[in-house]
């Protein structure tokens, strides 16, 4: 059998009763980190465009959109995926560079509201999302996203019309053809980090991922082995015959890829927080503040050069992919949120005079990890000549360094109270702690 025929199989086989407990406790917290963000990224700038968007072309339709108007449910998937996104605050595996509840979890939601699943359905359709998009992720991995591809993008594809089709019950070739259908609309490229068109990765995978299970379940058609030969999906998406099939065939339905994902407790790219969580520490420790400073020196693994495009940010998106301007802002606050990562902020004279005191460097193989380990070495100099050294070797909110849950719920709640009284707030959470029994009228009422 196939590589496709077997991740279809997957999907079609897996109920809720066949996820282990640990990994649906994983998947609600993931879910809530993301509805967290989601609400705060609907009313941000690029909330705000991407809406206006939907609202003129979307259709109508019933399916929920994040504090705004229902519209079609392939809109809506587009809407929340970028909401998601639209602050680099969400969620990603640690062991692949994907962002994955953004694009999932949006398509899962637009399809249950697409059919009025069950509770437990979404999280079906979920998990079984995030499984296949860590598969297929990492049978290219890292050969594709070194090659310029933004994984949440195209293989967050392929997760997102997983979920649709396990939440709408597709069944037989509906589901080949639902992953041959999006195989062609699976794109992203990071050359435009920095940009607004990185977070339309997300809602663009999650967009494409509903409307291929929808074309599918209508009875359209695609290759059915769409992973597989020499012009398949995943060699034509990778270089040098990197492709493995056996990254998605084996434990698959046994090693769950939920629990990989990690939680981000700044609204940066991840390779920046190993860097900034070293630094907090260190100005926590010392009572470092830009006056008492002299230079910043951080060392991060060489692969993070192509990730950092902008030394001296201009505003809040560049400043997601800036190393300076994370440390300068740790450095200037002691802590860096969403209040720090707008473009008033990164515009102050003090923001520009602390980022010119950091400088980067990068070494091979930093702690002899894989690349998606994040680790980082800071060295800060201080105005009185004294040298002080702090290093991470893996992203805070990850697995292998997991941030309390405390400062996690300090996270959404931050985010949720932008749109939501702390009442609704605390509603919500309990919502989604207790999703597998509650009414998805309940969680819909609260969010829209």
Known sequence: MG????????????TYDDIPDPVLDHAKTAIMDNVGVSLFGAHHELGDTIYDYVDAHGGDGEATVYAREPRSAPAAALANGAFGHAVDYDDTFESIVIHPTSPVFSAALAAADEVDASSTDLLTGYVVGCEVAYRVGHSTYPEHYQNGWH??????????????????????????????????????????????????????????????ALLARSGFTADTEILEGKIGYNRVMTIDDAYDPAEITDGLGSDWAVPDIGFKPYPSGVITHAAMDAMRDLVQEHDLSPETVEDVVVTLDDAASEMLHHEQPDNALQAKFSIEFCLAAVLREGDAGIHEFTDEYVQEPATKEAVSMVSRAFEENLFDEEFAGYGAIVRVTTTSGESLRGEMQYAPGSPNNPVSEERLQAKFRECAETRLDPERVDDLAETIRTLED???????DIVA
């Open 151 to 212: 994984s949440t993008g195209t293989a967050g594809s392929f997760g997102a019309a997983a979920a649709a089709a396990t939440v709408l019950d597709l069944e037989g070739d509906a589901i080949p053809n639902a992953l041959g259908i999006v195989a062609s609309g699976s794109s992203a490229l990071k050359k435009n980090f920095g940009t607004m068109t990185k977070p339309l990765h997300a809602g663009h995978a999650a967009q494409i991922g509903v409307r291929a």
């Open 438 to 444: 509650a009414d998805l009228e309940t969680f819909r």
């Open 3 to 14: 590589e496709t025929a077997v991740l279809c199989e997957f999907i079609e086989s897996t």
